[in-house]
């Protein structure tokens, strides 16, 4: 079985401020990786996936993520956010095999002009 | 091209009745899961339906029970609902069984 940690529960961030929002996950099998977005009263939104090949990762919206095998982790990045990042973020995962998403507690970006 | 939509948007019902959440995937989309999303929580797995048939359940038990229909939309029907059932329903359609899963809008349930 999987699990997903997000070290995060609120990121407080000044508009035009880097941000990282860190995800570690275990597993004792491969993985696919997700990052989600969730705006007030809406559902999920697809950022960016790993699957295979490099472990660097570009989404929409200028974010990034960073597959690291050997630390399980699946940190995102955006080098310059907006007023309009302020959401709920979701790390998730699910092994090769497994038809489950299995999701982190969510991280909380606020972003502040 | 419709994304995965679901109805309705909220609902109200008291303990002990039951309820019927609805789930059109995206087009093209042969599979749907369910995910309940408590108050501050992240989406938790109920189960996944596959040519019309449960193919995975998560740590749900029996009043959670669902249907996948030939066109491939999908119910989620819960029975003898409990206070603790209120969450944000969301259902997610996949063109295979580990494919990337997109996410509907989701079914705000309240239980008084």
């Known amino acids: 079985a999987q699990s997903v940690t997000q070290l995060d529960s609120q990121v407080p961030v000044f508009e035009e401020a880097p941000v990282e929002l860190r995800c570690n996950y275990s597993?004792?099998?491969?993985?696919?990786l997700f990052w989600y977005v969730q705006y007030p009263n809406q559902g999920l939104q697809l950022l960016l996936k790993y699957l295979s090949g490099s472990t660097l990762v570009k989404g929409i919206n200028g974010f990034e993520a960073e597959f690291n095998k050997s630390q399980t982790s699946f940190h995102l990045r955006k080098p310059s956010v907006h007023i309009s990042d302020t959401a709920e973020y979701f790390c998730a995962v699910s092994d090769l095999h497994d038809y489950k998403l299995s999701f982190g507690a969510g991280t909380t970006v606020t972003v502040r002009a | 091209d419709a994304g995965v939509t679901q109805s309705p948007t909220h609902l109200i019902k008291t303990r002990g009745q039951q309820v019927t959440l609805r789930c059109s995937p995206k087009?093209?989309?042969?599979?749907v899961s369910w995910y309940q999303q408590a108050l501050g929580q992240g989406p938790q797995f109920i189960f996944q339906?596959?040519?019309?048939?449960?193919?995975q359940r998560g740590n749900f038990p029996d009043r959670f029970s669902g249907h996948q229909f030939p066109n491939y939309s999908s119910e989620l029907n819960v029975n003898a609902l409990l206070l603790g059932d209120s969450a944000l329903y969301l259902c997610?359609?996949?063109?295979?069984?580990?494919?990337?899963?997109?996410f509907g809008p989701g079914t705000r349930l309240t239980v008084l």
């Open positions: 997610a359609s996949s063109l295979s069984s580990a494919d990337t899963q997109y």
């Open positions: 339906y596959y040519e019309e048939e449960e193919r």
């Open positions: 597993s004792s099998v491969s993985v696919y």
């Open positions: 087009s093209g989309h042969d599979t």
